[in-house]
């Protein structure tokens, strides 16, 4: 699993970076001001990028950037600069003192994650693990093709995107507006109005394949997969 660390002061950005990044199978860690980072960098862990925000408290990115680079601490782990400011030579400055791209606030995590995929030099998080597990559900991502308890359960586009998503985080709430951010692009016919229907449809025919209610609605927030079901399983 490749690790990143987001050093960023804005909870709700680094949330919100830390929930996208988990989804595609990255390990986070977090640091809130320079030094902070600086200071989980001269540690035994080592990220394999660095997203980094230049309006920290105490230190500023630039000036993390700049440590960085004097003791080469990064030691060749690239380093995305994630800023709202938007002049051109502040921009050149900071790839020129060492950073591999810089992304403009606000940002569309897509590109994001396209940018972190590039530096990174690897295929698809999804192509890593082709087979994902719960329990008696398994999802094979190269052959498109899922299972309940040995029984072949036949889904649509957006049921099959929901499933995977929601089996690489089996522990986790996915919120509904994350599940269709992360689904928008290969199931564009799923809406904010349609996503319930759909959620609705993949429990009932994972429930026909075998009995078994494999995911579970959290109130006004999302949807994830039920944790009794596969204990269930392992007894």
Known sequence: MKKILIVDDDVHIGNVLEETLSLEGY?????????????????????????????????SGEEVLAQLSETQRCGGIPVIVLSAKTDVPGKVKLLLDGAVDYITKPFDTRELLARIAVQLRLRPASAASPVLTFGGLSLDSDTRT??????????????????KILLRNPSQVI?????????????????????????????????????????????????KMREETKNAELR
């Open 175 to 223: 919120t509904k507006s994350l599940l269709l951010d992360r689904i928008s692009e290969d199931t564009p016919d799923c809406t904010d109005s349609s996503l319930k229907m759909h959620v609705s449809n993949l429990r009932r025919k994972l429930r026909e394949a075998d009995g078994k209610d494999y995911i579970e609605a959290v109130w006004g927030i999302g949807f």
């Open 146 to 163: 899922v299972t309940a308890s040995g029984s072949e359960v036949h889904l649509t586009r957006t049921e099959y995107a929901i499933l």
């Open 27 to 59: 390990g986070v860690s977090r640091a809130y001001s320079g030094t902070e980072a600086l200071l989980y960098l001269s540690g035994p862990a080592r990220p394999d990028l660095i997203l980094l925000d230049l309006m920290l408290p105490g230190l």
